[in-house]
T-cell receptor, first 113, second 115 residues
Framework: GENVEQHPSTLSVQEGDSAVIKCTYSDSASNYFPWYKQELGKGPQLIIDIRSNVGEKKDQRIAVTLNKTAKHFSLHITETQPEDSAVYFCAASLTGTASKLTFGTGTRLQVTL | NAGVTQTPKFRILKIGQSMTLQCAQDMNHNYMYWYRQDPGMGLKLIYYSVGAGITDKGEVPNGYNVSRSTTEDFPLRLELAAPSQTSVYFC??????????????FGSGTQLSVL
C-alpha cells in the first residue's frame, strides 16, 4: 500500500519568515495530494491540494509543489503569522481505491513573535 | 451550518466496556469515514462507507464495528475496550470519492481514554 513520510515533525519559525514542510510518497499511482491544517482541539481542515498533472499551486501565502519523478511534494507558507501555528498533515490518494487517503505523521508548526 | 457533528467530545472507559461514538453529517454526503489519531502517527482509517447500507474496512479495523443505516449517520462501536484503543477519533465525510479530488470534512473529534 501507499506510504507517506513527512518531515520535519516540528518546525519553529519567527513571524514573517517562511516555512517549508516536505512529504514523500511511495506509490507512483497516487494522483491527488491534499494538505490539511489542524488547530488545537479541532478536526483537520483542507487548506490546499494538488493533482498529479500540475507542478505547483498557490493560494495567497500558501503554495504546494509536486515532483512526480522524485515522488515528493512540499507545502510552502510565506510571511508566516501566529495564526499559522498548527499541525499540518500531508496526504496522498491511491488511484483505483474508492475512498482512501494515506496521511503523513504531521508537522507541528510554531510561529513565534 | 453544522457540518460533521461528533459526540461525545471526551470519554473515559474501563477495560472491557463498550461504547458507541456518534457521527452525523447534514451535507447529504455519501462517503463517510472514521479515523483514529495517535500522537506522532498521523491519521489511520478505521472504517469507511460509500453510502447507506455499505461499509468497508480501512487500515486498522480490529476491535471496531460500524453501521450505516442512513445517509446522515455513521456510528462507530467499540465492543470490548482495550488500552490500545486510547486515541482521538475523527469522523469525516465527502460528497464524492477521495480519488476524484474531493475534500474531507472532519468533525471536531472524540478523545477516548481506556483505563
Amino acid at each position: 500500500g501507499e506510504n507517506v513520510e513527512q518531515h520535519p515533525s516540528t518546525l519553529s519559525v519567527q513571524e514573517g519568515d517562511s516555512a517549508v514542510i516536505k512529504c514523500t510518497y511511495s506509490d507512483s499511482a497516487s494522483n491527488y495530494f491534499p494538505w490539511y491544517k489542524q488547530e488545537l482541539g479541532k478536526g483537520p481542515q483542507l487548506i490546499i491540494d494538488i493533482r498529479s498533472n500540475v507542478g505547483e499551486k498557490k493560494d495567497q501565502r500558501i503554495a504546494v509543489t509536486l515532483n512526480k519523478t522524485a515522488k515528493h511534494f512540499s507545502l510552502h507558507i510565506t510571511e508566516t503569522q501566529p495564526e499559522d501555528s498548527a499541525v499540518y498533515f500531508c496526504a496522498a490518494s491511491l488511484t483505483g481505491t474508492a475512498s482512501k487517503l494515506t496521511f503523513g505523521t504531521g508537522t507541528r508548526l510554531q510561529v513565534t513573535l | 451550518n453544522a457540518g460533521v457533528t461528533q459526540t461525545p467530545k471526551f470519554r473515559i472507559l474501563k477495560i472491557g466496556q463498550s461504547m458507541t461514538l456518534q457521527c452525523a453529517q447534514d451535507m447529504n454526503h455519501n462517503y463517510m469515514y472514521w479515523y483514529r489519531q495517535d500522537p506522532g502517527m498521523g491519521l489511520k482509517l478505521i472504517y469507511y462507507s460509500v453510502g447507506a447500507g455499505i461499509t468497508d474496512k480501512g487500515e486498522v479495523p480490529n476491535g471496531y464495528n460500524v453501521s450505516r443505516s442512513t445517509t446522515e449517520d455513521f456510528p462507530l462501536r467499540l465492543e470490548l475496550a482495550a488500552p490500545s484503543q486510547t486515541s482521538v477519533y475523527f469522523c469525516a465525510s465527502s460528497s464524492t470519492p477521495i480519488s476524484t479530488n474531493e475534500k474531507l470534512f472532519f468533525g471536531s473529534g472524540t478523545q477516548l481514554s481506556v483505563l
